[in-house]
């Protein structure tokens, strides 16, 4: 009888397997590593980001909502949970989110970037700069987001 293998060794492998390109077999290993233990906030994050890749935010954000609920301080999860909003016309609460990913990890460039780029959006000028000039202060190699869409990627 094969030997039952560890959730978090399908979910590195779904990760593996989805940075390569192959989002099914990815997809089949973050749902075996949640069938051995639903309870693990990782897989629920490491799956909402393909399925948001996948062109599904409201699968996505069900997932980030699941991970989120099962470790309130994963900022990852806030981070992925505001892009699946933002994909969804929520910008209000994409920034709300990425607030408390900063909030959570103060050195989290990109979420900085991207509460800037929402307020930016949102005509939020005078909001926007400082939080811009924070991401750029974190890191000074950081372009202007402004002028580079699609910095907002996901992270795991």
């Known amino acids: 009888k094969p030997q039952q293998r560890a959730p978090d060794a399908y979910n590195s ?90 909030s959570l990890n103060p050195g989290y460039t990109a979420a900085s970037i991207d509460r800037g780029d929402f307020r930016a959006a949102r005509a939020h000028y005078t909001d926007a700069p400082p939080t811009l000039d924070a991401a750029r202060a974190l890191d000074p190699t950081t372009p202007n987001p402004l002028t580079h869409p699609g910095l907002g990627s996901p992270h795991r």
């Open 13 to 102: 492998r779904g990760c593996v397997k989805d940075r390569k390109g192959w989002a099914d077999g990815a997809l089949a290993d973050y749902n075996q590593a949640l069938a051995l233990d639903p309870r693990l906030p990782q897989p629920y994050t490491d799956r909402g980001v393909l399925e948001r890749e996948k062109g599904d935010p409201a699968a996505a954000l069900a997932d980030f909502n699941r991970a989120i609920s099962r470790d309130p301080q994963n900022s990852q999860a806030f981070f992925n949970r505001a892009q699946a909003r933002n994909d969804q016309g929520d910008r209000t609460g994409a920034e709300e989110d990425e607030t408390k990913a900063i």
